[in-house]
């Protein structure tokens, strides 16, 4: 296997074990998560579930605060 350097253009551009490029870059799938989570915890407060609304609230925070944590890394990189 061929180890090159990357060149000062190609910084945004890490190769994988085959050798093909992979973009550094994420695809928002933990806001997509972070809504999922916030509709079920909607719906199961609605229906009465306290626990589920709580548990799903929570981990639909956490995917947002990660989502954001993300977006403003890859801003500043």
Known sequence: MDITPIAASD???VSSVLGDPIPLQFSGDFLGLA???????????????????????????????????????????
């Open 11 to 13: 910084s945004h551009w």
């Open 35 to 77: 809504i999922i989570f916030f509709v079920v915890a909607v719906i199961a407060a609605i229906v009465g579930a306290r626990g589920v609304a709580g548990i799903s609230m929570t981990v639909a925070k956490w995917a947002v605060i990660i989502f954001l944590a993300l977006a403003v890394i890859s801003i500043l990189v």
